[in-house]
T-cell receptor
Framework: GAVVSQHPSRVICKSGTSVKIECRSL??????MFWYRQFPKQSLMLMAT?????????EQGVEKDKFLINHASLTLSTLTVTSAHPEDSSFYIC????????????FGPGTRLTVL | AQTVTQSQPEMSVQEAETVTLSCTYD???????LFWYKQPPSRQMILVIR??????QNATENRFSVNFQKAAKSFSLKISDSQLGDAAMYFC?????????FGEGTQLTVNP
């Protein structure tokens, strides 16, 4: 099956610093990747859609200058949380879509971000 | 806008018994896909089952089956012979284009 990895799995940082999270499709090329945020005991909230070679499309209410997304290749998308604050602490999940495969998204294992 | 509603925040089932999780959705589109995802304590999202809206036959995957009622916009998941490993949060999801719209989730507990 299609495998998606995320790195790091958990990160703790100080307030005001920036954190980069990587999402890789390991055995397929993903034209589209997605970034979600999930709070405890809640559903996944789509933050942005990332297309290779073009600017990401952000959902309403998501600050694009705070959550920088880069999709430089067909196997890698990165999410950078800039000037992180404690309220940015959350679980971030990426997914990748294999072109033409019944709209299925393959999910990474997630990254737990804690901002002190 | 598409919405997905899971009206059961929590459900419990005895091991080896059957449980049904409910999901309704609202859309004006005719071509779409529906999914059930499982999120165990590890928080890895795992696809349980998918259904193409144009297919009348209900999808089945081993102990998991769905009851897809397109006119009623209902997509319930039945888990037969429940196992301890089935304990997880279950999310119903709708997809018309690339993006997924998730329901709020149902936390399933399996009692030994």
């Amino acid at each position: 099956g299609a495998v998606v990895s995320q790195h790091p799995s958990r990160v703790i940082c100080k307030s005001g610093t920036s954190v980069k999270i990587e999402c890789r499709s390991l055995d397929f090329q993903a034209t589209t990747m997605f970034w979600y945020r999930q709070f405890p005991k809640q559903s996944l909230m789509l933050m942005a859609t990332s297309n290779e070679g073009s600017k990401a499309t952000y959902e309403q209410g998501v600050e694009k200058d705070k959550f920088l997304i880069n999709h430089a290749s067909l196997t890698l998308s990165t999410l950078t949380v800039t000037s992180a604050h404690p309220e940015d602490s959350s679980f971030y999940i990426c997914s990748a879509k294999l072109a033409g495969v019944r709209n299925e998204q393959f999910f990474g294992p997630g990254t737990r971000l804690t901002v002190l | 806008a598409q919405t997905v509603t899971q009206s059961q925040p929590e459900m419990s089932v005895q091991e080896a018994e059957t449980v049904t999780l409910s999901c309704t959705y609202d859309t004006s589109e005719s071509d779409y896909y529906l999914f059930w995802y499982k999120q165990p304590p590890s928080r890895q999202m795992i696809l349980v089952i998918r259904q193409e809206a144009y297919k009348q036959q209900n999808a089945t995957e081993n102990r998991f089956s769905v009851n897809f009622q397109k006119a009623a916009k209902s997509f319930s998941l039945k888990i037969s012979d429940s196992q301890l490993g089935d304990a997880a949060m279950y999310f119903c999801a709708w997809a018309g284009g690339s993006r997924l719209t998730f329901g709020e989730g149902t936390q399933l507990t399996v009692n030994p």
